[in-house]
């Protein structure tokens, strides 16, 4: 068994600098007499670190599928205008899987991930809800598929201006990140404004730049997959900013302990 790197003053497990985990502690009082005779309270603090997997995995393949659905769609790859009936259910699963992984990714004190995934894996769940009213009725198909629809217009605003935030914070990250999310800021502005003054080649734009956002989307997941199963990179990540000088892999493997390690 591999040793663990302990802090030698508090015997606190030290984790790696990239570990995804969650931490939580709880404090115990003992009684001790100094040199004087006097006795004086003492607090001992016991850290508690649960490794998780590498939650953004997930998220991004997640993503990347949705993503694909809808942008193919909107740059009339296939499908008509009755398609919402049949894709709603694959995405609002998959906006669910985003919404968990935004979740773990609190935990994995990510927050990179835990607002790309939570902006988009709610995004995702609230546009199969409309295509259940669709279905139901409520609206027609025909302002779903790229007329006029101001209020969807405004969901497609709110995501760019998310992305484009994402865009600056992704510079401490990796170059797949900036790529991803300069691709759908871009794509959500088109594709908002498609739906603001029902401009149909806009929308079809749009569509391919979300399509491409998606692409970069599977491939940062593929290469944290590979290098988490591999235990080293196997696809460049082209890493950027702290990421590039602190790390030397994106996904740590743990210290390989029962309970500790990866898998089951």
């Not at 959500?188 to 998606?214: E, M, N, P, Q, T």
Request: charged share 10%; glycine share 10%.
């Amino acid at each position: 068994m591999s040793s663990i790197p302990m802090d030698a003053a508090t015997n606190i497990v030290i984790p790696p600098s990239n570990a995804p985990v969650y931490v939580t502690s709880q404090e115990t009082s003992t009684t001790v007499t100094n040199s004087q005779g006097q006795s004086l309270n003492a607090i001992h603090t016991t850290v508690y670190v649960t490794p998780i997997a590498a939650p953004s995995i997930l998220g991004l393949f997640a993503f990347a599928f949705s993503t694909v659905i809808v942008g193919t769609r909107y740059a009339h790859w296939w499908g008509i205008s009755q398609s919402p009936l049949v894709f709603w259910p694959i995405i609002m699963m998959l906006g669910i899987a985003q919404g968990l992984t935004a979740l773990w990714a609190f935990k994995a004190r990510d927050n990179l991930a835990t607002v790309f995934h939570g902006a988009w894996g709610a995004f995702w769940i609230a546009y199969a809800i409309l295509a259940i009213y669709f279905t139901r009725g409520i609206l027609s198909f025909v302002a779903f598929d790229g007329n006029e629809f101001d209020s969807f217009g405004m969901y497609w605003i709110t995501l760019c201006a998310v992305s484009c935030v994402m865009i600056a914070a992704s510079f401490a990250e990796s170059l797949i990140w900036v790529l991803m999310n300069i691709a759908m800021a871009a794509g959500s502005l088109l594709i908002a404004i498609a739906y603001f003054g029902g401009h149909y080649r806009v929308l079809k734009a749009g569509g391919w730049l979300i399509f491409f956002g998606a692409c970069f989307a599977f491939y940062q997941a593929t290469a944290w997959l590979l290098e988490y199963q591999y235990g080293r990179p196997i696809l460049p990540s082209f890493r950027l900013g702290r990421r590039r000088l602190a790390e030397t892999g994106l996904i740590n493997r743990g210290f390989g302990e029962p309970g500790v390690k990866k898998g089951q």
